[in-house]
């Protein structure tokens, strides 16, 4: 192992945070504001993902464009859903909610492979940067537009939770949906919301997943049992949290499937012993706080 | 709540119509009918463990342990000795697993345990001289291979399966389970052990989804880790309960013959890929129209027509 291949491999790692933490930071939102874990999340992501390479496909437009479009798109498909059909089991039981996403991502997903068959394509974008070489160490342009993407992603779901009337709403109806309530704030509406800043984010997501990796339809199952990981890792609800937790997966992973023979099938599974080891020191993530 | 007898009946019924079907010598029923007890089996055991408020994702690790457990060991010490240490291999990992996410709140719970089954096939993989590894192992097949004698055999697992859920159901530990869903903290301060009651439903689930795994390994004589540990066994029993009606023995079993219908019908139009999206379809439209499950809206019908057909007993009803 040379000092070289040791830093391409973080730094490869590192860009593939960033497309970890833009699927992980809309999920992370959704779930901290509703407390409702959306299964569905992976096949918004693969919607978005088939959105973007059809749009550079057949019309040619660059995926810089593409991935916005589908963020929009998403969004609003995430509000369709969430008026149909989620705010319906809002007031179920837990079981029956985690069902609800559960089908709806079956649903999705199914509806993909009869639509589209289950082959994967390749997109074959061009590099949207140049690829960045330093002293022996190479990263791909479309690397660094992961990550790039991935870090305003982030930056910008932060200033919305932070910086903005609307993320005020959702952390005061997150924190007691009741006396939000009586305070004025029309709770399903921030609900709704938080649907759409989550949707928004998965086709963003999509057309990153487009760049890096094949699209088909079960890429999203793929990434979203990871997203779960991460989420946990650094406690539901918490985005700086999903951004740390993404970086030790996406790192957890590059080095063992590069150092470790046979490293690249364990799969899920690090991501997984990882999180075991985190919730029996911290049950509530690293960074989660006390819920209920 | 249905008195002795009627469970009985239910038991009787379900048996006669399994056996009808081993009898009737028809290859195509037979498989249908083997893959309804095992999703009904495993199917009961989730709905055992979620009385306790534990609504769990990880189904499918033990259904592999008891699927790898009993494969390895009937070589070794024989059918009936290698499927009773099969599955209280399950027990034990049980209640490992429960002791590990004790302290864990719902949602946390939920993704835990869903990290079980995956991170198993993990470790089977990395130790192939034990288990195979990904090249999977071939238990023997039971009831020398024959499908009418399996499906008995299977029956007889599901009737068990389902005395155990009724037994769970009964005056003796129903109202500490459903206590401990409602209110953890009351039903500690009511002098319900908490802890032990948990464990003790995990460890029972973790045996009969164990149960569920070595039927499913010994009738196809093939198992490999991402047939067993994929999380469509964990996700298939949550479907099968909820559909059939939770907290009740009739449910799950119910839910798997509704499924497995829609499935075959869904199968016949659609084709080998995609045809799950029948199993999203039922699920969404179910959770709308019916959130309680076939059960619990039958009763709730049955409920309505007694009232309207004897409208004037109130007296007797209080009494």
């Not at chain 1, 933490?21 to 409702?36: D, K, N, P, S, Y």
């Not at chain 1, 918004?44 to 660059?62: C, D, E, I, K, P």
């Not at chain 1, 995430?78 to 909610?97: G, I, T």
């Not at chain 1, 080095?255 to 919730?279: D, E, H, Q, R």
Request: aromatic residues 10%.
């Amino acid at each position: 192992m040379t000092w070289v291949s040791f830093a391409q491999a973080v730094l490869l790692s590192l860009t593939v945070a960033g497309l970890y933490a833009a699927i992980a930071a809309g999920l992370t939102l959704t779930v901290g504001v509703t407390r409702i874990i959306n299964f569905a999340h992976g096949e918004f992501v693969m919607l978005g993902a088939f959105l973007t390479y059809w749009l550079f496909t057949r019309f040619g437009l660059s995926p810089w464009i593409g991935m916005l479009i589908s963020g929009l798109v998403i969004g609003l498909f995430s509000a369709v859903v969430y008026r149909s059909f989620l705010a319906r089991v809002l007031k179920h039981d837990e079981h029956n909610q985690l069902l609800a996403t559960l089908g709806l991502s079956i649903l999705l997903l199914n509806i993909a492979i009869i639509l589209w068959s289950p082959d994967p394509r390749v997109m074959q974008a061009p590099q949207l940067l140049p690829a960045l070489e330093l002293s022996g160490v190479t990263i791909p342009g479309n690397n660094l537009v992961v990550a790039a993407v991935g870090g305003l992603l982030f930056l910008f779901l932060q200033f919305v939770m932070r910086h903005t009337r609307y993320g005020t709403q959702m952390r005061f109806a997150s924190d007691d949906a009741e006396l939000a309530q009586h305070c004025g704030i029309n709770v399903d509406r921030v609900f709704e919301l938080s649907f759409v800043i989550g949707g928004f984010a998965a086709g963003v997501s999509g057309g990153l997943v487009a760049l890096l990796l094949y699209v088909h339809p079960a890429v999203g199952l793929d990434l979203v049992i990871r997203a779960f990981a991460i989420i946990t890792l650094g406690g539901l609800g918490n985005i700086p949290g999903a951004l740390i937790g993404a970086a030790i997966l996406a790192l957890a992973e590059g080095l063992t499937s590069t150092f470790v023979p046979n490293g690249g099938s364990f799969g899920f599974g690090i991501a997984f012993l990882l999180l075991l080891f985190v919730l029996l020191v911290r049950p509530n993530g690293l960074f989660g706080r006390q819920v209920q | 709540m249905m008195g002795l007898s009627g469970r009985l009946l239910t038991y009787i019924a379900v048996a006669v119509s399994f056996v009808a079907v081993a009898m009737s010598g028809n290859g195509f029923f037979i498989q249908a009918a083997l893959g309804i007890a095992i999703s009904a089996i495993l199917a009961l055991s989730w709905d055992i463990l979620s009385r306790t408020g534990q609504v769990s994702l990880g189904q499918s690790a033990f259904f592999g342990i008891g699927a790898y457990g009993s494969g390895i060991l009937t070589p070794v010490i024989g059918a009936v000795f290698g499927w009773i240490v099969g599955i209280l291999l399950c027990a034990v990992a049980a209640i490992l697993i429960g002791l590990v996410t004790l302290r864990l709140r719902r949602l946390y719970f939920t993704i835990a345990t869903l990290s079980f089954g995956l991170s198993m096939q993990v470790l089977i993989v990395m130790t192939p001289r034990i288990t195979g590894g990904s090249t999977g192992i071939m238990p023997p097949v039971i009831m020398g291979a024959s499908p009418s004698a399996q499906l008995m055999l299977i029956t007889g697992f599901l009737i068990v399966s389902a005395i155990v859920s009724d037994i769970f159901l009964g005056d003796r530990f129903r109202p500490a389970f459903f206590m401990i869903r409602n209110n953890p903290a009351l039903a500690a301060s009511s002098g319900v052990p908490v802890v032990k009651t948990k464990i003790l439903a995990f460890a029972v689930s973790g045996m009969i989804a164990g149960i569920a795994g070595a039927c499913y390994a010994g009738l196809y004589g093939y198992v490999i880790p991402e047939d067993v540990f994929t999380p469509n066994w964990s996700v298939l029993p949550l479907a099968v309960s909820i559909l059939g009606g939770m907290d009740t023995t009739l449910g799950p079993i119910l839910g798997a013959v509704v499924l497995r219908v829609l499935e075959e019908v869904a199968r016949h139009f659609v084709g080998g890929a995609g045809y799950q999206v029948v199993y999203g379809a039922v699920i969404i439209v179910f959770i709308i129209i019916l959130p309680k499950g076939l059960v619990g809206g039958l009763t709730q019908l049955f409920r309505k027509r007694t009232r309207k057909a004897a409208p004037v007993a109130p007296a007797e009803a209080a009494s």
